[in-house]
């Protein structure tokens, strides 16, 4: 390989880092207008109402007398 190839392969490894951060920085920037705008959920709403609703299956399974750990 010679220099300017060797130059040329650096470029494009350089710009393909820049566009995958730069698609980083775009989707966070959308999630933030989207959150503030459209009123989106934040990460961790959503986490907190998976865990919500599988705390609401579990107990409902252990009211129902099923037994999930049992084998």
Known sequence: ??????????????????????????GFWLWVAGSRLLGWPSPRDVVQEHDAALDRETTLDRDAGFDRDAE
């Open 1 to 26: 390989m010679t220099v300017f190839e060797e130059l040329a392969l650096l470029d494009l490894v350089s710009i393909l880092l820049y566009g995958a951060i730069g698609f980083l920085a775009l």
